[in-house]
């Protein structure tokens, strides 16, 4: 081998291993090219995906939050003027609620997200009911009633699903 090699002359052996090096360098940047496409396919799906779904399903826990607050102080109030104040910071919360879940809705169009915002959605609706019947207990004045209610078949119900549901409905790409 050393023969074959000492029979070449250097311009020849430089122009080869010029030629190997363009090679090498020309298959990594290919290889480059692709493994960049595919980190941009990645970042532009959570770009126009798990991104603004995050941040709607950040705004809903929030108003989740806040809701369940309004409603202990509302609960807590003791003048007529303070629940109607309450009522009326949890009418303005509920807006959001609702216009937060039809921001979702048009943000997972048809995805595989559909049966978990169903869940979400019938999930909301039952707590809009309960709310109600706390509201027709505390008028009733039975106040222990309603406090036993809002504590624990409330706290349960929101618990149980809209809480635990945000990150089942935005998951990040495995890599």
Same mark, same amino acid.
């Given at each position: %081998?050393l023969?074959?090699? $000492?029979? *070449? $002359? +250097?311009?020849?052996?430089?122009?080869?291993?010029? #030629?190997?090096?363009?090679?090498?360098? *020309?298959?990594f &940047?290919?290889f #480059?090219?692709?493994?960049i496409?595919?980190?941009?396919?990645?970042? !532009?799906?959570?770009?126009?995906?798990?991104?603004p779904?995050t941040r709607?399903?950040?705004?809903?826990a929030?108003?989740?939050?806040?809701?369940r607050?309004?409603?202990? *102080? @509302?609960?807590?109030a003791?003048?007529?003027?303070?629940?109607?104040?309450?009522?009326? =910071?949890?009418a303005?919360? !509920?807006s &959001?609620?609702?216009?937060? !879940? /039809?921001?979702?809705?048009? !943000? +997972? &169009?048809?995805?595989?997200k559909r049966?978990?915002?169903?869940?979400l959605?019938?999930?909301w609706?039952d @707590? #809009?009911?309960?709310s109600?019947?706390?509201?027709?207990?505390?008028?009733? &004045?039975?106040?222990? =009633? #309603?406090?036993?209610?809002?504590k624990?078949? %409330?706290?349960?119900?929101?618990?149980?699903? /809209? %809480?635990r549901m945000?990150?089942k %409905?935005?998951?990040?790409?495995?890599?």
């Amino acid at each position: %081998m050393l023969t074959i090699l $000492s029979c *070449i $002359s +250097i311009r020849i052996k430089t122009a080869v291993a010029f #030629a190997l090096v363009l090679c090498c360098t *020309i298959g990594f &940047g290919l290889f #480059a090219v692709h493994e960049i496409s595919v980190v941009n396919l990645v970042s !532009i799906e959570v770009r126009d995906e798990r991104l603004p779904a995050t941040r709607v399903l950040g705004r809903l826990a929030e108003l989740t939050e806040r809701f369940r607050s309004y409603q202990g *102080i @509302y609960f807590l109030a003791e003048s007529d003027q303070e629940r109607q104040a309450r009522a009326e =910071k949890n009418a303005f919360v !509920i807006s &959001g609620i609702t216009k937060t !879940i /039809v921001d979702y809705q048009q !943000i +997972i &169009g048809l995805s595989e997200k559909r049966k978990l915002f169903a869940t979400l959605f019938l999930t909301w609706q039952d @707590y #809009a009911v309960a709310s109600e019947r706390l509201q027709a207990i505390l008028l009733s &004045g039975d106040q222990s =009633k #309603a406090r036993a209610f809002y504590k624990f078949d %409330m706290l349960v119900l929101i618990d149980a699903e /809209v %809480m635990r549901m945000p990150p089942k %409905m935005v998951h990040l790409p495995s890599a």
